[in-house]
C-alpha cells in the first residue's frame, strides 16, 4: 500500500501553479491557475490512497490544508 502524500500547491517564479509531493524535486502538475492546480492535486493524491493537500498564497504563506480520504486526518469527524 501507499504511504499518504502531502501536495503543496504553490505559484512558480513564471506565474504558473504547480502541484508539488512533499520531498519531490519536480512538481507532480504543472498549470494555469491555482484552482487547476489544486484540483489536479486533490486528484493525484486520492488516486495514490489520500494524503493531504497545503494550498500556499502568492506569497507562500498557507491558506488552507485538506486531508484527501483515505488520508490521515489528525482531526477525523466523530460519529
Known amino acids: 500500500m501507499t504511504r499518504p ?3 503543496h500547491v504553490t505559484q512558480r517564479p ?3 501553479w504547480q502541484a508539488v509531493a512533499e520531498g519531490a524535486s519536480r512538481a507532480s502538475a ?5 484552482a487547476a492546480a489544486d484540483q489536479r492535486a486533490a486528484e493525484i493524491s486520492r488516486n495514490n490512497g489520500g494524503g493531504e493537500v ?3 498564497g502568492r ?4 491558506k488552507d490544508k485538506r486531508t484527501i ?3 490521515n486526518d489528525p482531526y477525523p469527524p466523530k460519529g
Open 69 to 71: 480520504a483515505p488520508g
Open 54 to 56: 497545503i494550498r500556499h
Open 5 to 7: 502524500k502531502t501536495y
Open 59 to 62: 506569497d507562500g504563506s498557507i
Open 14 to 16: 513564471d506565474g504558473k
Open 30 to 34: 504543472v498549470t494555469d491557475t491555482q
